[in-house]
């Protein structure tokens, strides 16, 4: 029996013009940046794009799906993974419902479980042989393709961890919990593959590091110290509000976006430090706001946001 992963979205995009989309409703695809096509009619729960030609999904019930000429698609099993990453053409780390860390050599047919050092949580690959895992608040990594692991220095903490990377830079998010309507979290980063660690970000209520907003939202490391990340705050302003901060230093500083009210973001991509796109559900004021979501564009680092399509097939 495969259970289906819960409801979610996600987005990639590769360049100005060609990405895709998806949510519960299925997978869209675009070649121009502006107009875009049903590719598949089932739950995504997961891109992980190449180029404008080679990409591989997640469905709903953990299947993989490639596409080697960016439109169509082919389903190649490999049951119960809740996240993909294809470092090249024929290489690609994944992790399991249940904490395994598997890789393809095969672009995506054939699976095998690599050696980590228990159940993990998240995991980000940045080439064959560099890569990081967190688990049972511990950070790891590895240098020789996951064959040995070292526990990398890191405040140890009970939270749940979410991680990206980006050659040498690793940024680790952990979700501590909510109360009085704010979610506690850290965010950490390293720009040396996790010698050394600086907090950069924490939960309004913490006063000490800037905030995202009172819940983090999806987030992308773009490599040389820059990352751009989301989150939204349900009670605020009637129908609450979104927002996005970028760094291009490594954290050292932080420019926000204007809060733009009543959504909140669900998946996140962006191609380079300006340019970039945010799925979000309908206003929170419409009729349905689960039944609709919107895939937004912004040029200038997430400081201002255009709807380019809304569709029931994005809803998370």
């Given at each position: 029996m495969i259970v289906q992963l819960p409801p979610t979205t996600a987005v990639a995009f590769v360049d100005a013009r060609h990405g895709w989309a998806g949510g519960q409703g299925g997978l869209l695809g675009t070649?121009?940046?502006?107009?875009?096509?049903?590719e598949l009619r089932a739950p995504i729960a997961g891109i992980s794009a190449l180029d404008r030609r080679r990409a591989w999904a997640i469905t709903g019930d953990g299947f993989v799906l490639r596409t080697t000429d960016g439109q169509h698609w082919s389903r190649l099993g490999a049951p119960h993974l809740f996240h993909v990453q294809f470092v090249n053409a024929q290489t690609g780390f994944g992790l399991t419902r249940d904490g395994v860390v598997v890789r393809s050599t095969d672009a995506g047919r054939i699976w095998s479980q690599l050696q980590a050092p228990g159940l993990v949580?998240?995991?980000?690959?940045?080439?064959?042989?560099?890569?990081?895992?967190?688990?049972?608040?511990?950070?790891?990594t590895t240098h020789d393709g996951a064959r040995t692991w070292v526990r990398l220095r890191l405040r140890p903490s009970s939270a749940l961890p979410e991680l990206g990377c980006r050659g040498h830079d690793v940024w680790v998010l952990w979700r501590e919990g909510a109360a009085a309507g704010t979610e506690g979290y850290h965010v950490y980063r390293s720009l040396d593959g996790g010698s050394s660690w600086r907090a950069v970000l924490a939960s309004p209520f913490q006063r000490r590091l800037p905030?995202?907003?009172?819940?983090?939202?999806?987030?992308?490391?773009?490599?040389?110290?820059?990352?751009?990340?989301?989150?939204?705050?349900?009670?605020c302003d009637?129908?609450?509000?979104?927002?996005?901060?970028?760094?291009?230093?490594?954290?050292?500083?932080?420019?926000?976006s204007t809060p733009f009210?009543?959504?909140?973001?669900?998946?996140?991509?962006?191609?380079d430090a300006a340019r970039g796109w945010l799925v979000t559900g309908a206003h929170a004021a419409s009729a349905a706001p689960a039944r609709?979501?919107?895939?937004?564009?912004?040029?200038?680092?997430g400081h201002s946001l255009r709807s380019v399509l809304r569709s029931p097939l994005l809803a998370p």
């Open positions: 070649s121009d940046g502006q107009t875009f096509r049903v949580q998240s995991e980000c690959f940045s080439s064959l042989r560099d890569g990081w895992l967190a688990r049972a608040g511990s950070v790891w905030a995202i907003s009172n819940d983090a939202g999806p987030f992308n490391v773009l490599g040389r110290g820059a990352a751009v990340f989301s989150g939204s705050c349900s009670p009637g129908f609450g509000t979104a927002t996005i901060v970028r760094t291009l230093d490594g954290g050292a500083s932080f420019r926000r009210r009543g959504y909140v973001p669900s998946a996140l991509s962006f191609v609709l979501g919107i895939l937004w564009r912004s040029v200038d680092g």
